[in-house]
């Protein structure tokens, strides 16, 4: 009898003592979450999140003003080329690059017929790229101003860090996708965020990568 009262107080406290155990990891687990939340929050109240971002220059199109066949191109798409450069003829007329840069869209076969004034090649400066984030209205657009501080990452680099400043801000949004939620279908509206850096600093960057943007409030 003793032995088995001895056995049952044992498995009682060996109870007890899981039971502790599982209490405190729980305990454990709401506090880490809750430092994790409140850390969130405070980074979230520094700083404003873009995850569409392209890097990207204006582009110049460049046309025949008389319009006609296309008989030649003197250019292909990547080629860096001078101001006032042969680009293509179309008809009698001879298009060349209004400034020096790099050509981004270019025709690759003779023949086509191209009205007046119609895009035959397109071109950027490279020396004006920059970041374009997409920030929607309710993420955070009413805290950005022009000249914060911004750290970006471009998907081709991984993690590597790169440093701008906004440099302006869209006066008016640009219409995407329609989101459906379950009362109503609204529009999200996107704001063009201009994001300038120093290109030379960072010549792997390109037309067109894709990456991400953390914009600081302060």
Known sequence: ??????????????????????????A????????????????????VYVDKCQIEADSVNLSSTAGGRLNAIYVKDGDT???????????????????????????????????????VATMINPNELRLDAKVEEDEGLDSIKVGQKVIFTVDAFGS????????????????????FNISSAREEQDFDVKIR?????????????SGKAWIYKN
């Not at 709401?30 to 939340?37: P, T, W």
């Open 28 to 47: 454990s687990i709401f506090a880490v979450a809750g430092v994790v939340a409140l850390i969130y929050l405070w980074q979230a109240s520094k700083e």
């Open 160 to 179: 590597r860090k790169y440093y701008g400043l906004v440099s302006s801000i869209a006066p008016t949004s640009r219409a995407s996708d329609v989101v």
């Open 1 to 26: 009898m003793e032995n088995e009262s001895v056995t049952s107080k044992n498995k009682t406290e060996s109870r007890n003592s899981g039971h502790k155990s599982i209490f405190v990891i729980s």
């Open 81 to 119: 080329i001078g101001a006032n450069q042969l680009i293509v003829q179309v008809g009698n007329d001879i298009v060349r690059s209004k400034i020096a840069g790099l050509i981004i869209d270019a025709p690759t076969s003779v023949g086509a017929n191209y009205a007046p004034n119609q895009t």
């Open 197 to 209: 850096f120093d290109v030379s600093k960072y010549p792997e960057l390109k037309n067109g990568m």
